[in-house]
């Protein structure tokens, strides 16, 4: 009986102290506990904060019964989500958390506002808190607001004289001490539309990805102008980008409704929940991508909108990723001058001479340089850790590693030096990278100028990790069937009688100088095929490789063959979409050999000699002086000058084939090519280059069973889009009433309607889809679409042959069925607002 006596002392004794507790923090902390019959409620939630508030152990005269033991503790799992991450981090988060809350007179409320951060966790523990409609003057001192472990409040209070209006309105800043003490106001602004906080902070820690965190407290009045409101936080947004485009940038506040997506496009939206009975009004933008969460909380005091608590959900990259270890070639001078006299000192002739065939010739000479390359050229094993800075080189390592070591042996002098030393390399090192990326901006070359943007904008390459069931080696396998589906029959009767029928000619003559021009030519960065010769070697040693391959490639056009291993393909499929649902959604590009791309390019100029003159005139895709702006220049056009005249209207159809150089059928180009008049020889080496082709498909880091296959021309060659326009070349019209334009497998047909008469255009458009039956290629419907410009008035609804939509997207360009290009416009200024903030509006 003594002992629960005891015990229900101890219980009354708790609940008394949260009945203090709650009347310190009045309003709506104190309203959440609701009394009923007698018995107060709490919710676990404030129970979970008030746990710490006395440290006083009220268990000691308890019986051992009532206790739990520390030798048998209860075992529980590992406890996950964002708030919890936090509460271990301490004062260490990646980002800030923040409390936002429109406080409506921070005077009035501050008594809350103190006993909220005294108890309550998440006032205790931010490291920001943002206030708006703070309501205060100039005549108001920090030192009545100030708040333990917490800075004097960062102010911008409204200006009388400039908005015209004694009350309201204005925000401040509380800064964690255990967070930060260093900080920055970078800008504030005080209008009848917007009053703007702007600060830049640089805590005690930060990821290394990150050198300082901007944080913008804006406060909007419910009638301003929200477009100068919006271009205000712009100007300031555009400022510091400039004076610091890596680091973390957030706006938070009050928006009263004002949108900023027009001026800050990319830029993230983390508030969810509603902040004023089912409105969001307070919100937080960033330009991190799932930075934050936030979850709502009692307002403070009598405030008509709910607090916000920002936790961050953002993970260091070191977290995210791990440090990636790369084996690569050390291409110095030296290394290189060493591999050129090995080549120079080979006699090539030894292998000519001892082989068998062309096959095995091939199999030799590849062998052979890759065991020059590997036995030269040295290799270099490092890591590569996701939050490196791109500017930081060998020698600014070197010298944080002495500075490590001077700190270790406690030599304060020396640690002041090298510090002293690493600020000039920093410098030095920045200033070069700077130079660098300027020299890409300002060169003539439209790649390395988008090179240098991505890298100034900070846009990452993107990871082309594909997401299985578990199973990748599963997963390559389905996908290497699905590519070979065309693959029905490899039509070898039909081609051996093509074949015969082809007279023999004199194949072209290859000379050591076109070798070594085409190997000079080579992208040194590009990923080497199935054989592993690089594009470098080919590349740097072009002089002395060239006779060899010179050999080789004559001997391929002689004979009409071509090795199995410059045929052999590793597929890699490239996701069409950001969530893939299907096989279909992913594109197959083919990594062949660098060699037999040397020798594609080489055949393609003489195929493209021969068949010049007899090119359908509306195939603009590799023709000299043609591109993609002259289709649709030319599309535009025929359309402009048809609907000039009176009762007439246009129908435009955009065909898409579905996987198209995977459809092309050897014994059918063949025919083709004989009918353009190409070369015989070379139209039996290109039945070798699409008969008996291998292929593998390349899942993360498993790799599919090879295929052998013949049909398909492989996405990512040379020539492959070449013999696409050769195989649909016969397929041509260009009538007053249809026209067919193509650039490569982007194909157009546009019907030239007088008077509804539809006729011709339907009965050229069933020509088309017989002609494709024939032709063995796939049309894929869900994808073709239809647009009708039409600008009669009280014209009849339009029969549907496909999908009718409003606008379509040909060849980069969106076209829709008023020919009004606001779409298109929108398009392009989105995309440049994404690419760089200084596009804006």
């Known amino acids: 009986m003594r002992f629960v006596t005891q015990f229900l002392s101890i219980v009354?004794?708790?609940?008394?102290?949260?009945?203090?507790?709650l009347s310190l923090c009045r309003g709506s902390y104190a309203s959440a506990a609701a009394t009923t019959y007698g018995i107060l409620h709490y919710t676990r939630d404030q129970l979970w904060q008030l746990r710490d508030l006395h440290s006083g152990n009220f268990l000691v005269d308890l019986?051992?019964?009532?206790?739990?033991?520390?030798?048998?503790?209860?075992?529980?799992?590992?406890?996950?989500?964002?708030q919890r991450r936090v509460r271990a981090r301490g004062s260490k988060p990646p980002l800030p958390t923040v409390i936002l809350a429109n406080i409506r007179y921070l005077v009035k409320q501050f008594t809350e506002l103190r006993n909220a951060v005294r108890y309550l966790s998440e006032y205790r523990e931010s490291c920001l808190l943002c206030f708006t409609e703070t309501w205060l003057k100039d005549t108001t001192d920090n030192s009545t607001l100030r708040i333990r472990g917490f800075s004097d409040p960062i102010r911008r209070d409204r200006d009388a004289q400039v908005t015209g209006k004694r009350m309201g309105g204005g925000v401040c800043v509380y800064i964690n001490e255990r967070w930060c003490k260093n900080y920055t106001v970078r800008d504030s602004h005080c209008s009848e539309d917007i009053e703007l906080l702007s600060l830049s902070v640089r805590p005690y820690y930060l990821p290394r990805e990150f050198g300082q965190v901007f944080v913008t407290v804006v406060y909007i009045h419910p009638r301003a102008n929200t477009k100068v409101a919006a271009n205000r936080i712009y100007d300031t947004m555009a400022k510091?980008?400039?004076?610091?485009?890596?680091?973390?940038?957030?706006?938070l506040g009050d928006f009263n409704g004002c949108s900023i997506k027009s001026v800050l496009p990319n830029y993230y939206q983390y508030v969810e929940c509603p902040t004023r009975r089912d409105k969001t009004l307070d919100l937080c933008f960033g330009n991190i991508k799932d930075a934050y969460k936030g979850y709502a909380k009692p307002p403070l005091g009598d405030s008509d909108h709910n607090a916000i608590q920002l936790v961050p959900q953002y993970k260091q990259k070191l977290k995210t990723s791990k440090p990636e270890i790369k084996i690569v070639k050390q291409w110095t001078d030296e290394s290189v001058e060493r591999l050129r006299g090995c080549f120079d000192c080979t006699v090539w002739d030894i292998f000519v001479n001892t082989s068998k065939n062309l096959e095995e010739l091939t199999s030799v000479v590849t062998d052979y340089i890759r065991f020059c390359v590997d036995c030269i050229i040295p290799e270099k094993?490092?890591?590569?850790?996701?939050?490196?800075?791109?500017?930081?080189?060998?020698?600014?390592?070197?010298?944080?590693?002495?500075k490590r070591r001077a700190f270790e042996q406690g030599d304060r002098l020396k640690m002041k030096a090298i510090q002293k030393e690493i600020r000039q390399i920093t410098n030095d090192c920045k200033q070069k990278y700077k130079r660098q990326i300027e020299v890409k901006m300002r060169g003539n070359n439209l790649k390395h100028a988008w090179q240098g943007m991505y890298t100034m904008i900070g846009k990452e390459e993107k990871k082309r990790h594909i997401v299985t069931n578990g199973d990748d080696q599963a997963f390559a396998n389905e996908l290497n069937g699905f590519y070979a589906r065309f693959e029905t029959s490899d039509f070898l009767l039909e081609r051996d009688a093509i074949r015969q029928q082809l007279q023999y000619g004199t194949p072209p003559t290859i000379t050591a100088e076109d070798v070594r021009r085409v190997f000079n030519k080579i992208d040194s960065k590009k990923a080497p095929g199935p054989d592993q010769i690089s594009g470098r070697v080919l590349q740097m040693c072009s002089e002395q490789l060239s006779l060899i391959f010179c050999q080789l490639f004559q001997k391929s056009l002689d004979t009409q063959y071509i090795p199995k291993a410059w045929k052999s393909s590793l597929i890699v499929p490239v996701p069409k979409v950001a969530r893939p649902a299907d096989l279909n959604d992913?594109?197959?590009?083919?990594?062949?050999?660098?060699?037999?791309?040397?020798?594609?390019?080489?055949?393609?100029?003489?195929?493209?000699?021969?068949v010049q003159c007899n090119i359908d005139p509306l195939q603009f895709a590799y023709r000299n002086k043609r591109s993609t702006d002259d289709a649709l220049l030319y599309?535009?056009?025929?359309?402009?000058?048809?609907?000039?005249?009176?009762?007439?209207?246009?129908?435009?159809?955009?065909?898409d084939f579905s996987s198209a150089f995977n459809t092309i059928r050897p014994h059918i180009m063949m025919e083709r090519l004989g009918q353009l008049g190409v070369n015989p020889n070379i139209i039996r080496w290109v039945e070798s280059f699409l008969t008996e082709r291998t292929q593998c498909v390349r899942v993360n880091e498993a790799v599919s069973s090879p295929i052998m296959t013949n049909t398909g021309s492989p996405q990512g060659s040379v020539i492959s889009p070449v013999l696409f326009t050769l195989y649909t070349n016969e397929c041509r019209s260009n009538t007053p009433e249809h026209l067919t334009i193509k650039f490569a497998d982007d194909t157009a047909i546009v019907g030239l309607i007088l008077d509804s008469d539809e006729t011709n255009y339907r009965a050229w458009v069933d020509k088309f889809a017989d002609w494709c039956r024939s032709s063995y290629l796939h049309l894929n419907i869900k994808k073709t679409k239809e647009i009708i410009i039409d600008y009669r008035i009280g014209?009849?609804?339009?029969?549907?042959?496909?999908?009718?939509?409003?606008?379509?997207?040909?060849?980069?360009?969106i076209i829709d069925n008023k020919l009004q290009w606001n779409s298109n416009t929108d398009t392009v200024h989105k995309r440049g607002c994404r690419g760089c903030i200084l596009c804006g509006d």
């Open 635 to 655: 599309m535009l056009h025929n359309i402009y000058c048809h609907l000039d005249k009176p009762k007439r209207y246009v129908r435009v159809l955009f065909i």
């Open 63 to 82: 019986p051992d019964e009532c206790t739990r033991t520390s030798t048998a503790p209860r075992k529980r799992g590992r406890r996950g989500g964002v």
């Open 795 to 813: 014209s009849q609804p339009h029969q549907c042959l496909v999908a009718i939509v409003a606008e379509y997207k040909y060849s980069g360009t």
């Open 381 to 402: 094993t490092f890591r590569v850790f996701p939050n490196d800075k791109p500017w930081v080189n060998k020698e600014l390592k070197g010298a944080l590693h002495r």
């Open 586 to 610: 992913y594109r197959p590009v083919a990594l062949t050999s660098i060699v037999v791309k040397s020798l594609e390019r080489i055949v393609l100029r003489h195929i493209l000699n021969d």
């Open 240 to 251: 510091l980008e400039n004076m610091a485009p890596d680091a973390p940038k957030f706006v």
């Open 12 to 21: 009354l004794a708790i609940h008394l102290l949260l009945l203090t507790v």
